[in-house]
């Protein structure tokens, strides 16, 4: 058995568009350990959303593969043909996103839409029995099963995002990739939801990939992290290394600009410049037009992953 | 579903001052055109006393108002009044020929929404591909096309060259439909009758027609079925429905279709009303006894209560097909409320 459930390597998602290619995932190497949450940070646009989707190859026309692995147990997924990739998703690798609003079909029960996904995977299920299993799996999640009957208009968002997990969870996936899940939850929602993630977590012994751009959640569940920006990994490590010593320029300044309740600031703090152009991206390190410690050879050279400590930098005041 | 009955209890009503509208401006519009019923039924040279004689017998002497006055209330006692050139009540003329255009119409709609909607679907699946730009090109195309056209065209080639389909009537001369069960719907008489020579003559008599009339508003449908398809493919229960590992067809046809369907069964009630339109064309190119060409001969002869009482018809169809669809919408879309 392979203890790593994800390995991806060198992996590069091209969206050549009219104006050029957008190089939206550039030469990510990321490991998820069996059973770890991994946390996927970085501002909007920096590619972490479309590494999310690459790892079921669900990427939006006209996004394509332009190199690199995606290892699930140790096979290559962008090799697997469609039936593969088909068993894989929901079945496999489950994910939930980010609106749960409009993340279930209108026009559909909420039973139905379980009864759907289970016959999907499983060959000669009927669909009592199928929705027998729905209700035990919302059972698990505080949700009464007679909100099977309903459609999900009539349910309100945390319920909703509620659902999304027990239809992601009803099949017993062993990763489960959470793109932004809580952005459109209110706080008091949200800290529920993650509450009952970190359950869920340990019942269905699952490995999460948690994708967002807020620290605050990431640092509570997240026993690793990657760091993204514009479409590279700059910084990954343990979480409590990372947020304990962050090495990155990058990663400091996103530490930095959270408000701290504590400290008496006239003034947020702020990262100077905007992302950058990821059809032309700038030479050398992608951070450098708005890093402080900026040098010459930083204008030139891609800076490789150097391991610093207990965890991994890309960026030359390492080398 | 008491909130429904409701519904459609206000929408009726509300039908009824629209139709006063109508009538008045139709009432209004077939005495201002030139002519009347009395001088194309006796000719130019008949002697103004028998004309005069003529137009009181028909009530056309007195005041344009008091004819209005009068025709109302004939049409709040649900009577359309008689023929003003043939011995004839209005709503048996209409009753003669309607089943006829219902039964176009009906098929007309049926090839519009087979031919419109999958490959409109289909375009929006394989957007920018080859197959989508030739879908498209297709869709304007024959939406740009005059029905009638159209029509003279199958008919050469079908009708004429390969001599498949009959390119004039409901039947053919060995099919009498004097012998048919009373509907008036050929379809449905040759069914009741079990007459199975009949039913194969009465479709194939029908082919033509339909053919004609579908493929027109095929356009229309291709374009409305590819935007909304478009619009709703992006939509996040349609990646995670992917993400679930449903196939893709399913996903797309299912999924998608259905929720691209709700404004196309709105665009379908409003649609009726140039169905109806195509219909007129359709029946004189195809000599199909219905009720279009029947507005065109009495237009000619200015037969005044026969144009109003078929346009009534026309409108109090177009009326209900649109009540009709609301009702189908509220059934498939559970987060309608009336």
Same mark, same amino acid.
């Given at each position: 058995?392979?203890?790593?459930?994800?390995?991806?390597?060198?992996?590069?998602?091209?969206?050549?568009?009219?104006?050029?290619?957008?190089?939206?995932?550039?030469?990510?190497?990321?490991?998820?350990?069996?059973?770890?949450?991994?946390?996927?940070?970085?501002?909007?646009?920096?590619?972490?959303?479309?590494?999310?989707?690459?790892?079921?190859?669900?990427?939006? &026309?006209?996004?394509?593969?332009?190199?690199?692995?995606?290892?699930?147990?140790?096979?290559?997924?962008?090799?697997?043909?469609?039936?593969?990739?088909?068993?894989?998703?929901?079945?496999?690798?489950?994910?939930?996103?980010?609106?749960?609003?409009?993340?279930?079909?209108?026009?559909?029960?909420?039973?139905?839409?379980?009864?759907?996904?289970?016959?999907?995977?499983?060959?000669?299920?009927?669909?009592?029995?199928?929705?027998?299993?729905?209700?035990?799996?919302?059972?698990?999640?505080?949700?009464?099963?007679?909100?099977?009957?309903?459609?999900?208009?009539?349910?309100?968002?945390?319920?909703?995002?509620?659902?999304?997990?027990?239809?992601?969870?009803?099949?017993?996936?062993?990763?489960?990739?959470?793109?932004?899940?809580?952005?459109?939850?209110?706080?008091?929602?949200?800290?529920?939801?993650?509450?009952?993630?970190?359950?869920?977590?340990?019942?269905?012994?699952?490995?999460?990939?948690?994708?967002?751009?807020?620290?605050?959640?990431?640092?509570?569940?997240?026993?690793?992290?990657?760091?993204?920006?514009?479409?590279?990994?700059?910084?990954?490590?343990?979480?409590?290394?990372?947020?304990?010593?962050?090495?990155?320029?990058?990663?400091?300044?996103?530490?930095?600009?959270?408000?701290?309740?504590?400290?008496?600031?006239?003034?947020?703090?702020?990262?100077?410049?905007?992302? &950058?152009?990821?059809?032309?991206? &700038?030479?050398?390190?992608?951070?450098?037009?708005?890093?402080?410690?900026?040098?010459?050879?930083?204008?030139?050279?891609?800076?490789?992953?150097?391991?610093?400590?207990?965890?991994?930098?890309?960026?030359?005041?390492?080398? | 579903?008491?909130?429904?009955?409701?519904?459609?209890?206000?929408?009726?009503?509300?039908?009824?001052?629209?139709?006063?509208?109508?009538?008045?401006?139709?009432?209004?519009?077939?005495?201002?055109?030139?002519?009347?019923?009395?001088?194309? +039924?006796?000719?130019?040279?008949?002697?103004?006393?028998?004309?005069?004689?003529?137009?009181?017998?028909?009530?056309?002497?007195?005041?344009?108002?008091?004819?209005?006055?009068?025709?109302?209330?004939?049409?709040?006692?649900?009577?359309?009044?008689?023929?003003?050139?043939?011995?004839?009540?209005?709503?048996?003329?209409?009753?003669?020929?309607?089943?006829?255009?219902?039964?176009?119409?009906?098929?007309? +709609?049926?090839?519009?929404?087979?031919?419109?909607?999958?490959?409109?679907?289909?375009?929006?699946?394989?957007?920018?591909?080859?197959?989508?730009?030739?879908?498209?090109?297709?869709?304007?195309?024959?939406?740009?096309?005059?029905?009638?056209?159209?029509?003279?065209?199958?008919? +050469?080639?079908?009708?004429?060259?390969?001599?498949?389909?009959?390119?004039?009537?409901?039947?053919?001369?060995?099919?009498?439909?004097?012998?048919?069960?009373?509907?008036?719907?050929?379809?449905?008489?040759?069914?009741?009758?079990?007459?199975?020579?009949?039913?194969?003559?009465?479709?194939?008599?029908?082919?033509?027609?339909?053919?004609?009339?579908?493929?027109?508003?095929?356009?229309?449908?291709?374009?409305?079925?590819?935007?909304?398809?478009?619009?709703?493919?992006?939509?996040?229960?349609?990646?995670?429905?992917?993400?679930?590992?449903?196939?893709?067809?399913?996903?797309?046809?299912?999924?998608?279709?259905?929720?691209?369907?709700?404004?196309?069964?709105?665009?379908?009630?409003?649609?009726?009303?140039?169905?109806?339109?195509?219909?007129?064309?359709?029946?004189?190119?195809?000599?199909?006894?219905?009720?279009?060409?029947?507005?065109?001969?009495?237009?000619?002869?200015?037969?005044?209560?026969?144009?109003?009482?078929?346009?009534?018809?026309?409108?109090?169809?177009?009326?209900?097909?649109?009540?009709?669809?609301?009702?189908?919408?509220?059934?498939?879309?559970?987060?309608?409320?009336?």
């Amino acid at each position: 058995m392979h203890s790593n459930i994800l390995e991806i390597e060198d992996l590069h998602v091209h969206f050549p568009i009219h104006i050029g290619t957008v190089r939206a995932v550039e030469n990510v190497t990321m490991t998820i350990p069996q059973g770890d949450v991994m946390g996927l940070v970085g501002e909007s646009g920096c590619g972490k959303s479309t590494l999310g989707f690459s790892i079921l190859r669900l990427l939006r &026309p006209p996004g394509e593969f332009a190199g690199g692995q995606i290892r699930y147990h140790g096979r290559d997924i962008l090799q697997m043909n469609t039936k593969e990739v088909l068993d894989l998703r929901g079945k496999r690798i489950a994910m939930i996103f980010q609106d749960p609003l409009t993340s279930l079909n209108p026009l559909f029960r909420v039973g139905d839409q379980f009864v759907e996904a289970i016959q999907t995977h499983e060959n000669g299920v009927s669909k009592k029995e199928a929705l027998q299993r729905a209700a035990a799996t919302l059972e698990r999640l505080g949700i009464a099963p007679d909100r099977l009957q309903e459609y999900p208009h009539q349910m309100s968002g945390g319920m909703r995002q509620r659902i999304m997990i027990g239809m992601a969870l009803v099949l017993n996936p062993d990763l489960l990739i959470a793109d932004e899940p809580t952005t459109s939850l209110d706080v008091i929602v949200e800290a529920q939801f993650l509450d009952l993630l970190n359950e869920l977590r340990k019942q269905f012994n699952l490995t999460i990939l948690l994708i967002s751009h807020n620290l605050g959640i990431v640092a509570q569940m997240a026993d690793r992290i990657t760091v993204m920006y514009g479409g590279r990994v700059v910084e990954s490590g343990g979480a409590a290394a990372v947020f304990a010593e962050p090495r990155h320029p990058y990663t400091q300044g996103l530490l930095a600009s959270i408000p701290n309740i504590k400290l008496d600031q006239p003034q947020l703090r702020t990262m100077p410049g905007a992302p &950058p152009d990821l059809v032309h991206p &700038p030479p050398g390190c992608v951070f450098h037009p708005r890093c402080a410690y900026v040098e010459g050879i930083c204008r030139e050279q891609i800076p490789p992953a150097f391991k610093v400590g207990d965890h991994l930098t890309a960026c030359w005041r390492y080398g | 579903m008491k909130n429904l009955l409701r519904y459609v209890i206000t929408r009726t009503l509300l039908t009824i001052p629209m139709l006063f509208i109508l009538l008045t401006i139709v009432f209004v519009v077939v005495r201002i055109m030139p002519g009347d019923p009395v001088s194309s +039924m006796l000719g130019g040279h008949a002697p103004q006393k028998v004309i005069d004689k003529k137009k009181e017998e028909l009530g056309l002497n007195r005041p344009l108002i008091v004819q209005y006055g009068s025709y109302l209330l004939q049409i709040c006692r649900l009577d359309l009044g008689d023929s003003m050139i043939f011995k004839q009540k209005v709503m048996d003329a209409i009753g003669d020929k309607l089943p006829a255009t219902i039964e176009l119409t009906f098929f007309g +709609m049926l090839i519009t929404l087979v031919v419109g909607v999958p490959l409109g679907a289909y375009a929006a699946d394989k957007r920018r591909s080859a197959q989508d730009y030739g879908i498209r090109l297709y869709g304007i195309v024959i939406y740009c096309i005059p029905v009638y056209w159209l029509g003279l065209m199958l008919q +050469m080639i079908f009708g004429i060259w390969l001599d498949i389909f009959p390119i004039a009537g409901r039947t053919g001369g060995h099919v009498f439909a004097s012998t048919f069960e009373q509907t008036g719907f050929y379809v449905l008489d040759t069914l009741l009758m079990r007459d199975f020579s009949a039913f194969g003559d009465v479709l194939v008599h029908l082919v033509l027609p339909s053919v004609t009339l579908g493929l027109t508003l095929s356009g229309i449908f291709i374009r409305l079925t590819r935007a909304n398809m478009l619009d709703v493919l992006k939509a996040d229960y349609i990646l995670a429905a992917e993400a679930r590992g449903i196939g893709h067809r399913r996903v797309v046809y299912k999924h998608g279709l259905l929720n691209a369907f709700v404004p196309i069964l709105t665009m379908m009630g409003l649609q009726v009303a140039l169905l109806m339109a195509g219909a007129l064309l359709t029946e004189t190119t195809f000599s199909w006894p219905g009720i279009g060409r029947l507005l065109l001969e009495r237009i000619y002869q200015r037969d005044y209560p026969t144009i109003q009482g078929v346009i009534v018809i026309f409108a109090i169809i177009v009326a209900l097909v649109s009540l009709v669809v609301d009702i189908i919408y509220a059934l498939i879309d559970p987060r309608v409320r009336y």
